[in-house]
Nanobody, 120 residues
């Protein structure tokens, strides 16, 4: 199992970024996958998840209405479209899978992370 994030960078407040997570060794058609983030000095927090059972999506309250999670089964890649970015969104973003069909509280496999910095 391998997860590789990309798409992070520096963006001004109010701007947008799209993160990608390329998965290998398992299929997004069968297993849930999610995004997490960790800001300096803070605990890691769940951002969003997409279930393989029925494609249901879940979001942290702090990103609802601004972030959108999606997946491309053919490319075996997950995305996080982030709009209306705020300085408090600055963090290292990770993708992870619990290797079960539904979104879970325990995730076994993680990517290396991609830095997102929101600053003017």
């Amino acid at each position: 199992v391998q997860l590789v994030e990309s798409g992070g960078g520096l963006v001004q407040p109010g701007g947008s970024l799209r993160l990608s997570c390329a998965a290998s060794g398992f299929s997004l058609d069968y297993y849930a996958i999610g995004w997490f983030r960790q800001a300096p000095g803070k605990e890691r927090e769940g951002v969003s998840c997409i279930s393989a059972s029925d494609g249901s999506t879940y979001y942290a309250d702090s990103v609802k209405g601004r972030f959108t999670i999606s997946r491309d089964i053919h490319k075996n890649t997950m995305y996080l479209q982030m709009n209306s970015l705020k300085p408090e969104d600055t963090a290292v973003y990770f993708c992870a899978t619990p290797l079960v069909r539904g979104c879970s509280s325990e995730y076994d496999y993680w990517g290396q992370g991609t830095q997102v910095t929101v600053s003017s």
